[in-house]
């Protein structure tokens, strides 16, 4: 045996030259491993100048120094790519996606909380984007709520300071609830919402955020951005 079965750290056999070279390594690869960040998920390619220590989920078609590794955890070791599994029940940082994941045993699986053994689970997910406010009495942000979704809460930040003629607020909320998640809300650069709903709110299909002008009409031109939390459930497999 000359590798440790979980992380593939090298180990030292008997009588062996130079026994520092391979201390060596597996601490470099513990310390790639520990508290596991991945820079992202989905790169087939290796970066062109990657830092010591640097950590990738190798992708599905990967090419170059990733050839043949597709899924594997690749660190950048002494100046050389590193490859360890990833297996199923390990978390780690995803960089470029900003949140944790879990590993399903197929693949990294962002915002997973709990997995059967057969692929059934819940995953927590936060819907970030920044909305550009139109011109009129409402502004639609569209499809903002993902579909099979279970709602908890919407918050927010005025990015950019909303304005328009006569306009003392506004409020968020959905159609046939145009205040679902908040009303006189602050149009000031900087202020924020947390709108909370006494009960979470399943949503079947995609729907639109909608903020609708109090006291007077939208300008063009205001940015807010928007949180959605939410629950998913990934279904069993066959």
């Known amino acids: 045996?000359?590798?440790?079965?979980?992380?593939?750290?090298?180990?030292?056999?008997?009588?062996?030259?130079?026994?520092?070279?391979?201390?060596?390594?597996?601490?470099?690869?513990?310390?790639?491993l520990m508290q596991l960040t991945l820079i992202s998920v989905t790169e087939n390619t290796p970066p062109v100048s990657p830092q010591e220590g640097d950590a990738y989920g190798v992708g599905a078609a990967a090419v170059n120094d990733w050839a043949g590794q597709e899924g594997w955890i690749a660190v950048y070791v002494n100046g050389g790519w590193s490859f360890v599994p990833a297996t199923l029940g390990m978390r780690a940082y995803i960089r470029d996606q900003n949140g944790w994941a879990g590993h399903d045993g197929s693949g990294w699986v962002l915002g997973m909380q709990t997995l059967s053994p057969n692929g059934a689970g819940m995953v927590q997910k936060v819907v970030e984007l920044d909305h550009t406010l139109t011109a009129g009495p409402v502004s639609t942000v569209s499809y903002a709520i993902p579909d099979q979704s279970v709602v908890f809460g919407v918050t927010g930040r005025v990015v950019t300071e909303i304005t328009g003629t006569g306009l003392t607020g506004f409020s968020l909320g959905v159609a046939g609830s145009a205040n679902r998640y908040g009303s006189g809300l602050s149009l000031a650069q900087g202020s924020w919402l947390r709108g909370l709903t006494g009960t979470p709110v399943t949503y079947y299909s995609a729907e639109d955020l909608i903020l609708t002008g109090e006291g007077g009409d939208f300008e063009a031109g205001g940015v807010i951005r928007l949180a959605i939390h939410c629950l998913q459930f990934a279904l069993p497999s066959a």
């Open 1 to 32: 045996m000359s590798e440790t079965s979980r992380f593939a750290l090298p180990l030292l056999q008997a009588a062996q030259a130079q026994k520092h070279v391979t201390v060596n390594e597996a601490l470099s690869r513990i310390d790639g």
